[in-house]
């Protein structure tokens, strides 16, 4: 009986996996773009089974097609289980930021588990190879043959190059994908799992450059300049001689950042520029905070908050990478576009002169930073003292006297009562929490936070499922530490002098987009609007101000620095000021975009336009190129250590 080949086993195992990835992560599969993953795979199968059958041995071969079987099931697995959870790709670089998944390994192992028929259905190929081994062939081949096999995996892989260039001149185009973007969310989605990796451990050993388009950006973005008007509004720009810099760089990658900043214009000031000069700012990042936690019944202070003051209508805290991406986009205006630069950031040696504790202490403010968790954590010891922040204190170094920090997750209450006289009798003060008290599980046996409120929770008659009322009753605990803090402000008198700023580091992942729609006003979807947000920015004596232009965690400090009459260099952020006339910007783990215009799917490139507004193809196209060219440019200044550049050669002057 004719044994079967290798070459087909691999084949069927490997489309069997694509797509039913594809299926439960993404619910379609029929794109144009499986024919060229088809093609790959008949290359890579017929590759691998000459690597399987090398050996003379058959018992040998076998073992080696075990192994490789074992690898690509387990690669699978994992890419399922951080994708559903996490909400983002593995890649090579995704290991810098591993301790981030590691340091919650006891969840890991229950999403594990509830996701177990997944990963066993990943590894059936092998399971049933096993079973039909004897059916199979993995005798060694002549020479001749490996030599026509060989021929067979190159032919192949040239046609799925060729194939790169059916409509290669579109943005997002598989050629583009594969020469000019890097970008593994839309590999996946376009070339497979298996292509990715590949793609992907190529550039992690040989480099890659993304390609700006300076032609078509920036000029887009801050044309307005208020000729109309009776004032005339500067920018909010330092005195960088761009060209002095340019002339005298050697480094490629800093003369093209160089090139870039001197391209854009800057944002312009505005009728709210200095609106809180000389007034003290507390910032939060928000644990899992999203608009579906604000509830005028349950977290009436957020409410308060959030629908007073500044009023963000289209704001948005896109998810990428977890925790530590939201934090670092809102803390330095930049995009976190790879778990590399995330890395180098948590490092905590580069250089932040414009960082936000930086520039506060620069006008004599007293800078102070708390989180109510280990102060390890993803290394925030490190990188919140590049920003100025010399007296982090947080669990495990100090703070663990003052609040109970076994239990899980800690209190933001206890935080704000513990710290706050540290810095509310100072005559000019600048604090940073992160809190933690609404982090998941959401289920209230698992969740102090929850727990303690699940009686208040429940006396107000909500009906939704566990997940969603525990998250309710998790970040009610978050508005009891606002309620506390407002309180303790106006007892000392510093409330009306006093700015609360506040935005989440993500939207609450652990529940579905079912369970988020239970509490959501409208129905949201799993790639963009699912974070959809607030930024609150309020003080006690403003008038409420309504601004629908779109914003996102990149914007947070450009706007805080612009509404505190900070002096600062609006080129060097990659978000903008919020209140100023630049065109609005929201970008996305997989490069989808919101404008005022309307939401792009990158995905699927699909342009869904907000109020039926007929955009061009070629606004579509140059928002993609500026979209692209804010991704190349925050990983370039991280990577280039680019703001110790500009601190060395910044000519003094404002």
Request: glycine residues 4%; aromatic residues 14%.
């Amino acid at each position: 009986m004719k044994k079967i080949s290798l070459v087909f086993i691999y084949l069927i195992s490997f489309i069997f996996m694509e797509f039913f990835y594809k299926i439960i992560i993404y619910k379609d599969i029929f794109r144009i773009s499986i024919i060229s993953m088809l093609i790959f795979l008949i290359s890579f199968s017929i590759f691998l089974s000459i690597i399987t059958k090398l050996f003379k041995n058959e018992k040998v071969n076998k073992i080696i097609f075990i192994i490789i079987m074992s690898l690509i099931a387990i690669w699978f697995s994992a890419q399922y289980v951080i994708k559903s959870y996490f909400n983002f790709y593995i890649s090579l670089s995704t290991f810098q930021i591993a301790d981030q998944v590691r340091d919650f390994a006891y969840k890991g192992i229950v999403e594990v588990l509830k996701r177990l028929p997944g990963i066993l259905i990943f590894f059936l190929p092998l399971i049933l190879s096993l079973i039909f081994s004897k059916k199979i062939d993995f005798e060694k081949k002549s020479f001749k043959k490996y030599i026509v096999l060989l021929c067979m995996s190159i032919g192949f892989y040239g046609v799925f190059l060729s194939a790169l260039n059916i409509k290669k001149s579109e943005t997002y185009s598989s050629y583009d994908l594969y020469y000019n973007i890097n970008d593994v969310s839309l590999n996946v989605e376009n070339f497979g799992v298996l292509n990715t990796f590949l793609i992907d451990t190529k550039r992690a050993i040989f480099g890659f450059h993304e390609k700006i388009h300076l032609s078509s950006d920036i000029k887009n973005e801050e044309e307005t300049s208020k000729k109309e008007e009776e004032i005339v509004y500067e920018y909010n720009n330092l005195n960088i001689n761009f060209d002095e810099l340019i002339n005298k760089e050697t480094n490629s990658n800093i003369k093209e950042l160089h090139e870039y900043f001197k391209n854009d214009a800057g944002t312009l000031q505005n009728e709210y520029t200095g609106i809180f000069k000389g007034k003290n700012l507390i910032l939060f990042m928000a644990e899992s905070f999203n608009e579906i936690a604000v509830n005028e019944k349950l977290t009436p202070t957020l409410y308060k908050l959030v629908n007073n003051g500044f009023v963000f209508n289209n704001f948005y805290t896109p998810t990428i990478y977890s925790t530590i991406g939201g934090e670092f986009q809102e803390l330095t205006g930049l995009y976190a576009g790879g778990t590399d630069i995330l890395s180098k950031f948590r490092s905590g040696n580069l250089a932040f002169p414009q960082g936000v504790a930086n520039k506060f202490k620069e006008i004599n403010y007293k800078t102070f930073a708390y989180h109510n968790n280990s102060y390890r954590f993803q290394d925030r010891n490190k990188y919140l003292k590049s920003m100025g922040f010399d007296n982090f204190l947080a669990c495990n170094n100090g703070l663990e006297a003052l609040i109970n920090c076994k239990e899980w997750p800690e209190s933001d209450v206890d935080m704000i009562n513990a710290t706050v006289n540290d810095y509310i009798n100072e005559d000019n003060f600048m604090v940073f929490y992160a809190t933690v008290s609404g982090h998941a599980t959401y289920k209230f046996d698992s969740n102090a936070q929850a727990r303690k409120h699940r009686d208040e929770y429940n006396s107000y008659g909500f009906n939704y499922s566990e997940g969603p009322a525990s998250y309710l009753a998790a970040q009610m605990e978050l508005d009891k530490s606002l309620e506390t803090l407002i309180k303790k402000l106006d007892e000392s008198g510093k409330l009306n002098d006093t700015v609360i700023a506040l935005v989440g580091d993500h939207y609450p992942y652990e529940l579905s987009i079912d369970e988020i729609n239970e509490i959501s006003s409208y129905e949201k979807e799993e790639r963009v609007t699912v974070n959809k947000s607030n930024f609150i920015l309020w003080n006690n004596e403003m008038e409420k101000v309504e601004v629908n232009k779109v914003g996102s965690e990149l914007d947070v400090i450009p706007t805080i620095y612009n509404s505190f009459g900070i002096d600062y260099d609006s080129r060097l952020f990659i978000g903008k000021d919020i209140l100023s006339t630049t065109e609005g910007l929201a970008i996305f783990a997989d490069r989808s975009w919101v404008t005022n215009k309307g939401i792009y799917y990158a995905a699927t490139k699909k342009f869904v336009p907000t109020n039926n507004e007929e955009v061009s193809d070629e606004y579509i196209n140059n928002m993609n190129k500026i979209v692209n060219n804010k991704i190349v440019m925050s990983k370039l200044i991280i990577e280039n250590d680019y703001y110790r550049n500009i601190e060395i050669e910044e000519i003094s002057g404002n």
